[in-house]
């Protein structure tokens, strides 16, 4: 039986009404994934326990106990971790790294009995927009095979982009969901800093990382997310339940339009604008919005995200995990395996971090830029007095060739000018299809982003099913 671009909830049907087993419907999965990942290279490992996964999913399902996402199966990010199995980070330096213990997301999912295909590919450590970071290959965007699929959870999003999974787990330090969402035409979603549990998750950038999900439709997203929230004590950021509200109603949008300069494609814009007369017509108002200070929200990013990977990265050094490279002494084992263990995104990220965090240097990079975060802050919370949720696209271009922008790391940088917002002010953003626009004879996707106040989570599905309910293509 061919089971294919189903989504969680028709999954979800066919199996508790008992047409289709989990076995089927994984074994259906796991062809696909076999077989297209030989072209997308999404996935860096397809598990060998998929089939046992889904019988344990099938007891729940015949026992009466299933829920959502009992059966479904679902791509997992490499940065997360998996008891017993390889978690690399799209790094060498942790290519041969068995984790020990499962993330707190895992725990979650197993506990549903969803099945996990495999882990996917990203950007190394995920610094970077479109899997070319990789130490494993790049993706490729199931649109366009000659394309980036965004990054850095590049491969989570072609995963189900691809069919090869129904829906996946990323990582969103700075746009690592939304982006390769827009991207791969799916629906992203970064949830509220301290929603979901950074426990057992590699840590980039700590006081901007959260976990998200990947789906076809705002539905699945959202169904994924509120299976992998909660709080949780072994995450200090982790927020108490009572600090989410549910049913905010979005009437107000605000448009930041002061973004819309260089660097922003014109086909982008011009179907951002088309996207939002047809939400007036629902009956949304549209206002303009002034964020000043959000103009320097890109350079603040690549200050402290950089500034805290350094300091995050520090613990690979030979010897307590993964790759060890032995040198002339100590500490030439300590730079001869970060030399060889790590590639040139990562390196440079960690000198940019070292450098801003110097004795002589803090004050005018590190401590400034915490400064001017705190400033967007205050900007963002006086203009949600007025208006519920802010909109802006995705991503300033649709996908870009491979190649592209490898030798231009300010381009690649470029790219996070409307998604690293959400993650200096700890906000949910979720990224939506918008249409599609056409480069080179080929039609690609690009996305609607919506952020709003922490805690509103629930408010950007309640938009997110209206828009994708009046957007074709
Ligand atoms: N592209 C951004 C960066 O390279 C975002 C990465 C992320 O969200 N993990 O930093």
Redo the contacts with the bound molecule.
Sequence with gaps: MELQNLTIEEAHTLLTQGSITAVDLAESYLARAKEKNKEINAYLEIFDDVLDQARVADEIISAGKATKLTGIPIAIKDNILINGRIASGGSKILENYVAAYDAYVIEKLKAEGAVCIGRTNM?EF????STENSAYGTTKNPYNLDRVPG??SGGSAAAVAADMAIAALG??????IR?PAALCRLVGFKPTYGAVSRYGVMA?GSSLDQVGSFGKTVADAETLFKSIRGSDSRDSTSLPDDFFREGTSIKKIGVPRQFFTEGVDKDVIATFEESLEALKGKGYEIVDIELPTSKYALAVYYII?PAEASTNLARYDGIRYGVQVQGKDLLDDYMQTRKEGFGAEVRRRILLGTFVLSSGYADAYYRKAIAVRNQIKREFEKVLNDVDVIATPTSPTPAFKIGDKVSDPLAM?A??MFTVIANLLGAPGISIPMGKVERDGSQLPIGMQFISARGTDSSLFAIGKDFEGIIKG
């Design positions: 950007d995920a610094m970077g927009g990054g850095s990582t969103d330090t700075g746009g690592s982006q980039l995200m940088y790219q996070d």
